[in-house]
């Protein structure tokens, strides 16, 4: 997956996912010409890209998106939304506000309603929102052999991540 641009901005990103879609939205807000490079997930699919070596050279820890900027990777979607407003603040709309006590305001917001690998579940807005998903995740994952699944997760680069497996194997002996 090397970094081949058709413009000064590339994203890596998956269409559903939530992160993936604010940043893009930002994109469009900033008014910015972008590349897109979907990337899939072993969540979802078999043969997925983000854990594939190409994609690792990227992001080391696996996740999306990932903003590529003349060359610079950028992870996390608030820092990438961040990081637009900061290379482009003439361009399209301000992302943050020009008040710094609303801007902290913000930073605190953002922290709360943010994923964060190593926080508890449900510890934040952010971490409650994947007790929703994990349904959708334990189905999706129900359909591929379970060998697989773990060949897969043994080695992620995120040692949280590799928490899949064992959810699996805990789905084989509890079916919905």
Not at 36 to 61: F, G, Q, T
Not at 132 to 144: A, D, G, I, N, S
Request: glycine fraction near 2%; aromatic fraction near 10%; charged fraction near 25%.
């Amino acid at each position: 997956m090397p970094v081949v641009a058709d413009s000064e901005y590339v994203l890596y990103h998956y269409d559903e996912s939530l992160c993936s879609q604010m940043v893009r939205l930002a994109l469009e807000e900033k008014e910015l010409d972008w590349t897109s490079r979907p990337v899939s997930l072993s969540e979802l699919e078999r043969d997925a890209d983000h854990l594939k070596d190409e994609y690792l050279a990227i992001n080391p820890k696996a996740l999306v998106p990932t903003l590529v900027h003349n060359g610079k990777a950028v992870f996390d979607s608030w820092t990438i939304i961040d990081y637009l407003d900061k290379q482009a603040p003439q361009s399209g709309v301000p992302l943050s506000p020009d008040d710094d006590n609303t801007a902290r305001r913000m930073q605190v917001f953002t922290r709360e309603a943010s994923l964060d690998e190593y926080g508890a579940l449900g510890s934040t807005l952010g971490l409650a929102t994947p007790a929703l998903t994990l349904p959708v995740l334990r189905y999706c994952l129900k359909q591929q052999p379970i060998l697989h699944v773990l060949w897969k997760y043994r080695k992620h680069p995120l040692p949280v991540r590799r928490w899949v497996t064992e959810y699996r194997a805990f789905c084989r002996c509890h079916p919905a």
